[in-house]
């Protein structure tokens, strides 16, 4: 057993052999990580087993993700803070039409149709981060197949959504407050700030950090009504941004804007360093006057802080950049207000962690027949997604680490080997930044003074041919012959 035997030893499928058949699976699948099961068994025997193992319904993906999340936590040190990264991934099937069981993704109107359903599934993921970037591991994921209302029951009488008159629990934005409340518990005694985009911006959300006093920060969407001291007041009440431009500046700081390239969905912005003012406030956060809970007891309000970042000189014809941050972690100052800024900026590794998953796996390709099937598969690719992108981001991290913490012996030996740094010389074990770019150099990385760190796909690519490297060792070095 390699890597994966220590990340899931604690595990419980409820038989050994299962148990076993995972560890193999996820070391066999990170060998070769975005080729199809049958490529990365190499025989009929490995393919048939893992074909079972997916099919099981024994298997339980939620025990999977229990063993990597009770790891995750214990690679938190204490005291040290630690981000949890919300978001939502979907994974679409829409050409595999004889998959069983997916769910309706989207809806919406074509140039020459007039209605396109997406089919496939939703991942909603929180991934943990240090302060400086590097990926411990995820601290849930849940997996499910959405049910879209017909068009024509979406309404109630009145005109208004059905949606609005369900209580938090009924609805699918539960899994915001899902993953808050299993991240909590996982990490108890230790400090986690739980960070999420627009789509969490909602009084339910806040309200359960709250109650279980959890740090959060979100990206503000709504403008909505603050300090109100009543749930019907009218007059002296202000909303979120109209509170915010009356406050004084705090400070400005600049930041590095990467390019965003022009497409049908998005202006484009170019790569630029822009200076940010800031202007920090407290305020209180009302509970939402349609809220269904109202009728069955008094909702709180809600003490929060709001940070407002807003580029001072944008170029022409460019929006500026902005950003309002709400969280319940009391922000006084400059230096504190630039630190919640940075660790929203880290939101970005779940982003391109799901491109690790999707782009570079390509697990929307794996064909498994049904939608059981497809999250079994799934959290174990979701696993060995997080140590591939964890390896992408540790030299930047950790650079003066040893190898050895990545690499087993004959691994970092064969890399230095292929790499022609050895010269026939005993050598002590290289650093982690040493290794990244040799295995880099493999996948296509030139590794020129103007070439920035090697990314996500380079390195895979490097890390499947080192596999076969050391697998072309093994067998060359062996005592078994052909005859």
Request: charged fraction near 25%; glycine fraction near 6%; charge should be positive.
């Amino acid at each position: 057993m390699g890597w994966a035997f220590e990340e899931l030893e604690d595990m419980d499928l409820g038989d050994k052999r299962l148990n076993a058949r995972a560890m193999k699976l996820c070391d066999k699948l990170s060998e070769s990580p975005e080729s199809p099961i049958n490529q990365a068994c190499e025989d009929w025997t490995e393919t048939k087993a893992a074909y079972r193992f997916f099919q099981n319904d024994n298997v339980d993906a939620e025990r999977i993700m229990s063993a990597h999340r009770n790891k995750t936590a214990s690679r938190v040190a204490p005291g040290d803070t630690v981000l949890a990264l919300q978001d939502t991934s979907y994974i679409i099937y829409t050409r595999h039409p004889k998959t069983r069981g997916l769910g309706d993704i989207s809806l919406k109107k074509g140039k020459n149709i007039d209605k396109i359903t997406s089919r496939g599934l939703v991942m909603h993921t929180c991934l943990a981060v240090t302060t400086e970037g590097k990926p411990l591991g995820l601290l849930d994921q849940t997996i499910f197949a959405r049910k879209l209302r017909p068009e024509n029951q979406r309404r109630s009488r009145g005109g208004k959504y059905v949606q609005d008159s369900l209580p938090v629990e009924e609805k699918e934005s539960y899994r915001w407050i899902s993953a808050l409340e299993k991240t909590t518990a996982a990490c108890r005694g230790s400090s986690v700030v739980t960070v999420c985009d627009r789509e969490c911006d909602f009084y339910d959300f806040f309200k359960a950090a709250a109650e279980s006093d959890a740090s959060v920060l979100i990206r503000a969407s709504q403008n909505r009504t603050v300090d109100r001291n009543s749930r019907y007041a009218e007059k002296d009440v202000s909303k979120l941004w109209g509170h915010m431009s009356a406050q004084p500046e705090l400070g400005e700081f600049s930041v590095d804007v990467c390019a965003v390239p022009k497409t049908r969905h998005c202006k484009g912005r170019t790569a630029r360093t822009a200076m940010m003012t800031v202007k920090v406030a407290p305020f209180t956060m009302n509970p939402p006057r349609n809220n269904p809970k109202h009728g069955s007891g008094s909702l709180p309000d809600i003490p929060m802080y709001a940070i407002h970042v807003l580029e001072r000189d944008p170029p022409e014809n460019e929006d500026p950049v902005e950003w309002m941050l709400l969280t319940n972690i009391p922000v006084t100052d400059l230096e504190s207000a630039r630190q919640k800024v940075r660790w929203y900026s880290l939101r970005w590794r779940i982003e391109m962690y799901f491109k690790t998953l999707k782009s570079g796996f390509r697990v929307e390709a794996c064909r498994l027949q049904s939608a059981d099937r497809l999250i079994r598969y799934l959290m174990v690719m979701s696993i060995i997604a997080w140590r591939l992108f964890m390896i992408t981001l540790i030299a930047r991290t950790e650079a003066a680490v040893s190898c050895t913490d990545l690499l087993a012996e004959l691994e970092w030996k064969v890399l230095f080997l292929k790499g022609g740094s050895c010269h026939g010389k005993q050598i002590p074990p290289p650093t982690i930044a040493e290794a990244v770019v040799l295995i880099a150099k493999l996948g296509g990385y030139l590794a020129r003074k103007s070439d920035g760190p090697p990314g996500t796909l380079v390195l895979w690519r490097g890390w499947k041919r080192l596999m076969d490297l050391v697998e072309g060792y093994e067998i060359a070095t062996s005592n078994k012959t052909c005859g």
